[in-house]
């Protein structure tokens, strides 16, 4: 009788990815709204602070991975300008958009969001 023996399962392919560095500071303060809002009775109270830390987050990988980019090209001060500009407006509105998704947010969705941070930054 052939004797089989089982393979372990396969991990997944990992996916690729790409990512940003931000300030010790703001992971501190990230850190810190996730957790009261985590531990929170009512997680709602706390839908402003993660709104803020949302658009805090999205306006650094904006610079991030497009104006850091630029300044690293020697690409002049006039497409700077122009790029810091653009990216102004963009986050301007990128912001009131977050504030209002997630100040419409219940609990879950709120805790949903708030995990789904934690896992980009482990």
Do not use: C, W
Not at 25 to 33: D, E, G, M, N, Q
Not at 84 to 94: K, W
């Amino acid at each position: 009788m052939p004797t089989t023996t089982k393979r372990a399962p396969r991990s997944p392919k990992p996916k690729p990815f790409l990512r940003f560095y931000h300030s010790d500071s703001l992971r501190a303060k990230t850190l810190s709204v996730l957790t009261k809002m985590e531990k929170a009775k009512d997680p709602t109270k706390h839908r402003d602070a993660l709104a803020g830390i949302v658009v805090e987050l999205t306006d650094a990988g904006m610079d991030y991975f497009y104006l850091r980019p630029l300044k690293i090209a020697k690409a002049g001060f006039f497409t700077e300008q122009s790029a810091n500009l653009g990216m102004g407006a963009t986050t301007r509105v990128l912001a009131s958009v977050i504030r209002n998704l997630i100040g419409r947010m219940d609990t879950p969705q709120l805790l949903a969001v708030s995990a789904y941070i934690r896992g980009l930054m482990e």
